[in-house]
């Protein structure tokens, strides 16, 4: 990513933001962790993701959350950052 593209990224106003997601988040690395862990996941990815790179999606099976990311490398990261919460079926979304 170049820092012009990065640049316009930042801006992006919510609307755009939502928009930019939609676009990749039928494709997206799916993480399905334990509720529980809530708080610290979403701290994880504030501090080590932009905005527009991630999203979540509360309780999508009983006590679970699933993350969804852009980048198949930062969702294995998140997934092995928290490896002894996440669900078996980790992975990409088919």
Do not use: I
Request: aromatic fraction near 16%.
């Amino acid at each position: 990513m170049t820092n012009s593209s990065l640049a316009n990224k930042c801006k992006m106003t919510p609307q755009e933001t939502f928009e930019y997601k939609r676009r990749w988040l039928s494709e997206s690395y799916d993480v399905t962790v334990h509720s529980d862990l809530d708080v610290q996941c979403k701290d994880w990815c504030r501090k080590n993701l932009n905005r527009w790179e991630w999203s979540c999606d509360t309780y999508t099976d009983v006590y679970a959350h699933t993350f969804h990311f852009e980048n198949d490398l930062k969702g294995k990261e998140f997934a092995h950052k928290f490896d002894r919460w996440v669900y078996p079926l980790e992975g990409k979304s088919e």
